[in-house]
């Protein structure tokens, strides 16, 4: 029971003695954490937009804009909606051009090709969504299912977008599709986030 529970001077006083301990370099990254979140937040909130976003970084140390990037990057996923791909694509080629040394065509290639990826995934979908649709059209087979309910085999019959969800070849098509389609999304990424740190 002789321990001592500390007070929150104590607390400070310790961090302190630690942050003495942390090199300059650790100390700029603990820095840049630390006002990454609150100006990642605004943006995420829609509070700053690209323009915005540039203005705040202007004259900033490049770790700073190289931690944005990476966010920003690190925030795009297969799915993602379009105006928000855009916004966030956008943000990034604004921050690479803050850098003494920019990388904006590489940076706009790479983000380009994500934005055309999505717009090829989407039609690809609808394409074969539509196929989907059209089968089932010409099949009112395909648009009943059986269900027991109080014991009884009652005969439901579908919507054809129903049908089409409930479908077992479309569940298999979709999961097969995201997963292509996220392993390359994420591929691209990774040929950026690159990019941003070397």
Do not use: C, H
């Not at 795009?76 to 928000?84: A, Y």
């Not at 977008?161 to 097969?176: R, T, V």
Request: aromatic share 6%; charged share 30%.
């Amino acid at each position: 029971m002789g321990d001592k529970i500390k007070t929150a001077i104590e607390i400070a006083l310790e961090k302190a003695a630690m942050l003495d301990e942390l090199s300059e370099q650790e100390k700029e990254e603990i820095a840049i954490k630390k006002e990454l979140g609150p100006l990642m937040a605004d943006f995420y909130r829609g509070n700053l937009d690209a323009e915005k976003l540039w203005a705040r970084l202007k004259d900033r140390p490049v770790s700073l804009l190289n931690g944005v990037q990476l966010n920003l990057l690190n925030s795009m996923k297969f799915g993602l909606e379009p105006e928000e791909l855009k916004k966030r694509a956008k943000a990034v080629i604004a921050v690479e051009t803050l850098k003494k040394e920019q990388k904006t065509p590489a940076m706009q290639q790479g983000l380009n090709m994500l934005e055309n990826l999505q717009k090829k995934a989407e039609s690809e979908r609808q394409q074969v969504f539509n196929e989907f649709k059209k089968a089932i059209e010409n099949n009112p087979q395909a648009r009943t299912r059986m269900v027991e309910q109080g014991g009884q085999k009652i005969m439901l019959k579908l919507s054809v977008e129903d049908a089409i969800i409930q479908n077992p070849q479309w569940k298999q098509f979709l999961a097969d599709f995201e997963k292509n389609y996220e392993n390359e999304f994420t591929k691209i990424t990774q040929q950026l986030l690159s990019v941003i740190n070397n």
